[in-house]
């Protein structure tokens, strides 16, 4: 009997995005396959699109990108328990070992063997979402609860992102917040911050619109927009002007001692520069963005003022509360974030809005969807 086929949107090289025809396996053994509604487009799967790499990760092989992403349960492997043809689930995309330490601990975003959709860190790749069926680890995938749309689940992993940066910065009611950055990861930095009970949410960005954006829809409070840096003539005078930017900013805020906790979302080193200088004595750095590879720092600030520079990689143990958080309500006008939408065979103009960052009317564009425009069939 010969295997039914999909369409999978595949890149095989910088800006060389092709929708080919691939036939449908049936799920193995401990997995499930889902039929794909909803996946947004991020900055790693732009960086892929544009450069053929994000980072140290080089496309080595025909890739599908995609990870942020929900569906249908259309088929069941053998072994499978507790999901069933027509559960609607959002994908968790890491795969881990669920053998080594970080694992057996509860750390499996650290995990040295984990395997994530769309992504060229290992060989072969791991395809993600951007195709019409996949097969997934039947544990990884989690039931929407029935007020969340598909939109909602594929929302679950960039919201991951910031529920597991705010466990590592042990973020606590009555703390005063500052993000740098208000692309929709800022912005979802912004929500967790507020639904965890912050003094205050302030948000500074490059790009007025961004930040009007935030403020217009209840993520910060304040913000502030930093002129576009330009090219420091030596180290000494970039840390310079990282330290006068930052209490421009602090004094506009009125908030001369800095913030509790600082969210950054850009990975840009003179955002990550200032960071330090934006925390107050005591308090915490929370790296998220990734950016720049090597980074000069102005660690004498940082350690004669015991401010805390916390790694945050991914997420771990995060979508039951992600996706209770979306059903309840509680995190604002995230519905507002999906901008724009795009049909599967569209992915390319997909990807080539995001990168522009503008629709050809003007309009601000924050989170791309791809998908169908309805549910599937089982």
Not at 227 to 236: C, T, V
Not at 279 to 289: D, Q, R, S, Y
């Amino acid at each position: 009997m010969s295997l039914p086929t999909q369409s999978a949107v595949v890149l095989h090289g910088a800006r060389d995005l092709r929708c080919e025809s691939r036939r449908v396996w049936p799920p193995a053994a401990g997995q499930a396959q889902v039929s794909i509604v909803s996946t947004g487009l991020c900055g790693s799967d732009l960086h892929y699109y544009a450069h053929g790499r994000n980072g140290d990760f080089q496309l080595q092989a025909p890739l599908v990108l995609g990870h942020e992403a929900a569906g249908v349960v259309t088929a069941v492997g053998p072994g499978v328990k507790g999901l069933k043809v027509g559960t609607r689930v959002a994908i968790e995309a890491g795969v881990m070992c669920n053998k080594c330490t970080f694992c057996c601990s509860g750390r499996y975003n650290l995990c040295k063997d984990l395997r994530f959709c769309s992504s060229a860190k290992t060989f072969p790749h791991l395809d993600g979402t951007l195709q019409e069926r996949m097969n997934h680890p039947a544990h990884l995938l989690h039931p929407l609860p029935e007020s969340c749309s598909f939109d909602d689940g594929a929302l679950a992993e960039p919201l991951s992102v910031l529920l597991h940066a705010a466990r590592r910065s042990q973020l606590s009611k009555g703390q005063s917040v500052l993000v740098f950055g208000v692309g929709a990861i800022g912005l979802l930095a912004c929500s967790v911050a507020r639904s965890m009970g912050a003094s205050r949410v302030v948000a500074i960005d490059i790009n007025q619109a961004r930040l009007d954006f935030s403020t217009s829809h209840g993520f910060a409070e304040a913000t502030f927009c930093l002129p576009f840096p330009g090219k420091a003539k030596s180290s000494d005078e970039s840390l310079r002007c990282a330290k006068a930017s930052i209490e421009t900013a602090l004094d506009k805020f009125e908030q001369p001692d800095g913030f509790d906790v600082v969210f950054e979302c850009t990975g840009a080193e003179p955002c990550i520069q200032m960071s330090v200088h934006a925390a107050t004595i005591g308090g915490k750095v929370v790296l998220i963005g990734m950016g720049s590879r090597n980074v000069l720092l102005p660690l004498s600030a940082a350690a004669t003022r015991e401010v805390d520079l916390v790694g945050s990689f991914r997420y771990a143990h995060t979508y039951p509360e992600a996706l209770s958080l979306l059903a309840g309500g509680t995190l604002g006008a995230l519905h507002k974030l999906v901008t724009h939408r795009f049909r599967l065979e569209d992915s390319q103009k997909a990807f080539e809005l995001l990168s522009r960052g503008k629709d050809q009317d003007g309009g601000l564009v924050i989170k791309v969807v791809v998908g169908a425009d309805s549910e599937p069939e089982p």
